[in-house]
Structures are given as C-alpha cells and as structure tokens.
C-alpha cells in the first residue's frame, strides 16, 4: 500500500538551498584566509630553514601562479561531472596540501605543496560560484549575497591577527594546520548533503586552450607578482610579460575559433557581463591597492606594530556590513549602474581623505577612514558579480564564473604591483625600501584618480536587463524559483537524480 510504503532517506535531505550557500561559505573563507595569513608567517619560516624573507619568494607567488594556470579547467570540469564532486575534490585537495604545508621539512617542498593549494583554490572559486548561481535566480543572489559578504569580508580583516597569534604562541605550521578545522567538517557535509549530478557531455576536452591560456595566465601573473620585488626592467619579470602576452593573443585566437572552447571568450559579446567585467578588473586595482597599502602605511610610515595595523584596518569590514544590506533592498529598484558608480565616487573621495594622512595622524583618525571606506566599498562587489551572470543563459554559468574569476584575480593581483610601483617611483635615491610619507600619499592619489575614472565607466552600465532579472521578470530566471522547489522535492540539484531542467543540460552544476 502507498501509505505504508517507508519514507525514503533522501527526503530527510536539507534543502539545496540550505546546503549550497553552507558550504560555498567555508570554501570562500578558507580560500581567502589562507592567502591572507601565509604572510604572517613568512619570517618565522625563514628563521626555520634559516633563510631571509626575501628568499620565500616562491611561497608567496606560486600560489597566485598556479591559481591563475587552474582556472580555465574549471568550466569543463564543473560541466563534465558536476559541481559537487568538482567542488569536494578540489577541496579535499586544498586541505591535503594544507597539511603537506604545515609538514614541510624545506623551501623545496612548501612551495611544491603551496602549488598544489594554488592549483585545488583555482578550481574552488568557479565551482562554487557555478553552485550558487544554479541554485537561486538573481533576485535571490543579491539577498542572499548580503549575508554571505560577511564570511568574505571577516576572513582577510581577521586573518592576519589569528595568524600572528598561532605564529607567536604555536607554530607558523599552525597557519596552514588551521584550514582543517573548519574545511573537513565542510567537506564531510558537502560529501552527506550537497546534491550529486551526471555531469553532461561538454564537448571534447580543448587541450590547446588549456596549455595556451594557464601557460599566458601563468606568465603574467608572475610578472606582474614579482615586477615590484625584482624592478619592471628585470629580464625575468620583462620575458614573463612579454611571453604572457603573445601567449594570451594566440589563446584569444585559438579559443574564437574553436567551436568548444574551454573558455567561452564569446561571452564577452553580452555588453553588460563585458561592461561589469571591464569594471571589476579596473576597479579593484584602487579597491584592493588601497586595502594592501593601509598596512604597510600604518608599520613602515607610522611604526606602527603588526596589531596595531589589524586592529585599525579592521572596522572596513563593518563599514562593508553595513552597505551591503542597503544594497540587497535598493538592487532591483534603482540597478547596478547607480548603486557601483557611487560605490567607486565615494571610494574616490574616501581615498582622498587617506591621502592627506602623514605621520602624525592618530589611529583612531585612520580607523574612521577606513570604516567609511568599508561604506564606499561594500556597493561594489554584489552588483557587479550578480549583473555580470544576470543575462546570459543558464547552461553558461559555469563558463562565466571561470571568465569572472580569471578577471577578479587579475585585478586583485595587478593592485599591490600598482601601489608598489607608485611606492618606488615616489622614492628618491636608494632609499626604495623605505618610502617617506609622500610616497603613499601619492599612491593614494594615484588610486583615487583611477577610481574615479572607472565611476565615469560604471554610469554607462546598461542595467536595465539587470533589473529586470532581479526583479524576476524573466522567463529565464521565473523558471529557476520553480526548478529549485523540485530540486527540493527530488533531493538533487538541477540535472541531479533523475530530472533534468531544460536549461541546465550543459552546465552541470
């Protein structure tokens, strides 16, 4: 009889609703803790292997490298077998080399593990970023974004003081040890609750767009990482560039003309996931170059201690906070356009206040500025991530996340080489290991100038279809809302168990 027929345990499943943006969680916080502690620990490390800092080089720019050369992968094989065993994988991995890490017996074998971490956190981001997107529609993302802002933006404000403290009172081993924590107890609720998929059938795998797009990504993110370290007219860093850029125009190339790509450069054809792009790469060279130059300010220009520095550049992720709720009621209303043009003009006007600060500005005084700064700052990352995906199809998420990543790692990395070189140009003499207090109020000046001129570029967004899918209007994006409730109902995600959503049959996320 049907009613005695026994409950199945899939119906005891959590809601993917649920499950999904749990487990993005602790990927995004462990991912960008862990970039921001290794730092920390960079000299107890050398007095370990009895190296200077300078040495450790490799440990800090083989993981944006490797990052770089893993991401063009990570649509095919998000598409190829499904978010979740692409996502659990890539972070098993993670937390794998995280323990080889933390074990290191020398130079050699840290940075072979550290590329290993960079390589698995290449595939992370755009597998969760895919997750979350096939999950919920636009207007769903920019809510739910307003509550998932605050892991992204407590993992780098803390991470330098927990690092400082594990390196004091344990072991610079403890700031790689510590992803464990909280990344197996993800990994075991992803493998139990996150929906499986099939995959679909992509298409066969473009090799030549592989090795020609992670060999330029890979040149220039090198390039650009150690041109601030070595001098731009170093011959390595000059080759690198040089490499990377003739690499990155036969990719282009190669991928236009090849009828699977494994990045979907057409993409760029949609104006607003082109516009937004254009934005999220200029604009956080002054977003970014400003969180890297606070620190360096407060310690090399102020003399200020390392817990002081944390302590002070902290409140910006209260001020974030704060805006990104206003944000998530104002999006469908007035668009992306106004709300990321005034983020990036009070983000200019912000930094301008930082450029009047010298060496007798009071903590407290940098504290309040950098609290508004969080305000200016937390109307740009939401609207400019959920516009860029709001009007293309489904089936190209994934391919779309991989393309924003790749930008949004270009523009985190070309911001410290920006605020450094702007460092060494405003220092005289052989004095380039110690800017005076004008060096960094000119390069406060340089970012604020560049800030306002991407704002110029934000207020031509074209954020009328944008609106419309936040306010669900679409066809595209009324079926989502639908197919996640099914999604509930059948226990897996779209295209998992033994549906498939008509617009999900590429994606496989």
Known sequence: MLASRPSSPRSFRPSQRLVVPVVCVCVTFIAIADGAITTVAL??????????????????????????????????????????????????????????????????????????QGVSAGVLFPASTALLFATFTTAEQVRLQRYMIVPQQIAPAAAPVVGGLLVDHLSWRWVFYVNLPVGLPAVVFGALFLAGHRGARPGRFDLPGLLLSAAALGALMYGVCEGPNRGWSDPAVLTA????????????????????????????????????????????????????????????????????????????????????????????????????????????????????????????????????????????????????????????????????????????????????????????????????VTAYQYAYLALAALAALTAVLAFTLPDGPARAAARGTTAAHRSAPAAARQEDADGGTYGGGTRRDPHESTHGS
């Open 241 to 436: 560039l040089a490499l990377g850029a003739v690499l990155l125009a036969v990719a282009v190339a190669v991928e236009l003309r090849t009828t699977a790509p494994l990045l979907k450069l057409r993409l760029f054809a949609d104006r607003l996931f082109r516009d937004t792009n254009l934005i999220n790469l200029i604009g956080l060279v002054p977003i970014m170059g400003a969180l890297y130059l606070g620190p360096l300010f407060l310690q090399q220009a102020q003399g200020r201690s390392a817990l002081e520095s944390g302590t002070s550049t902290f409140p910006e992720a209260f001020g974030v906070l704060l805006t990104v709720q206003a944000v998530g009621v104002l999006y469908a209303r007035i668009g992306p356009r106004i709300i990321v043009g005034c983020s990036l003009v009070a983000v200019s006007a912000v930094l301008l206040l930082f450029a009047t600060c010298d060496a007798d500005t009071g903590l407290w005084t940098f504290r309040a500025y950098m609290f508004l700064f969080g305000i200016a700052i937390g109307g740009f990352f939401i609207p400019t991530t959920v516009a860029s995906l709001a009007t293309l199809p489904r089936a190209d998420i994934a391919q779309a996340s991989t393309l924003n990543t790749v930008v949004r790692q270009t523009g985190g990395a070309l911001a410290p080489a920006a605020v450094t070189t702007v460092l060494v140009l405003g220092t005289p003499g052989a004095a380039a290991a110690d800017p005076p």
């Open 43 to 116: 000299p107890s490390i050398a007095r370990q292997f009895h190296l200077t800092t300078a040495a450790l080089d490799g440990v800090v720019v083989v993981y944006p490298v490797c990052l770089a050369m893993a991401i063009p992968a990570s649509a095919w094989l998000v598409e190829r077998f499904g978010g979740k065993r692409v996502l659990l994988t890539a972070m098993t991995g993670f937390l794998a080399s995280s323990l080889l890490c933390g074990a290191a017996a020398d130079l050699g074998q840290l940075v072979a593990f550290r590329a290993i």
